[in-house]
């Protein structure tokens, strides 16, 4: 097997650890976006989302609602989010994991939820 597969296969096991994060999610859908030069999280539950009010954590993360559903959340200063304890958010808010790494988008759905 060449280096580059199984980097691949690698990068398949990070992912599927998302898997739960994924299920506490309102509609059972996560897409994930890494802005690395922003070093900023973009994580949305629902694809198109028109947020109408947000709200500032102590813990530098932005909460986005679309009336009273929470539609994403935005994680400033990802990487330093990493190392140090889960921000404190609301039970509605799904965390998610953040590999450190290039810009990169993902989209995970569970149907049905496992």
Known sequence: ?????KM???NI?????????VNRAPPH???????AEAD???????KPGHATD???TDD????RYEGDEVIGFTVLRAKSATQKKPPNLPDSVATLGLSQGQ???VGLTSYPPL
């Not at 859908?29 to 802005?35: H, I």
């Not at 530098?60 to 909460?63: A, G, L, Q, R």
């Open 103 to 105: 810009h990169g988008v």
């Open 60 to 63: 530098d993360v932005i909460i």
């Open 40 to 46: 900023t999280l973009y994580v949305n539950y629902k």
């Open 1 to 5: 097997m060449t280096n580059q597969r």
């Open 54 to 56: 947000s709200e500032l």
């Open 8 to 10: 691949t296969i690698a």
């Open 13 to 21: 096991q990070e992912y599927l650890q998302l898997i739960p994060a």
């Open 29 to 35: 859908a996560v897409w994930l976006t890494y802005d």
